[in-house]
């Protein structure tokens, strides 16, 4: 027999925590953020925070979809000794054995 909905609704904190962070914006204190104020314009704070938005997205597609790569992309990554791994560049020391070029 299926739970009641009720139990199947049940959230733990965590994810009532994320639920709740989605649509509650965010606040950052203005210490944290008063080099930034000081040293952009406010156009562009909105271009730095625009392109660090979508970078994020970028980032979270390509670790989801995995893409082929284009040829001139993977060309250039290897010409400069750049990874591919995602894994391997941001948790270079949790996977030591992990070849840098892998994709």
Avoid: C, W
């Amino acid at each position: 027999m299926a739970k009641p909905i009720s139990k199947r609704l049940s959230l733990s904190a965590s994810s009532t925590q994320t639920h709740i962070s989605e649509r509650v914006p965010l606040t950052t204190p203005r210490r944290f953020i008063e080099p930034a104020i000081e040293h952009f314009s406010p156009v562009e704070l909105v271009h730095l925070i625009t392109v660090g938005a979508l970078a994020g997205l970028v980032q979270r597609f390509v670790a989801i979809a995995k893409p082929d790569m284009e040829a001139e992309v993977a060309a250039f990554m290897q010409e400069n000794g750049l990874g591919t791994d995602t894994l391997k560049v941001r948790y270079s020391l949790a996977f030591p054995d992990r070849k840098k070029d892998a994709t």
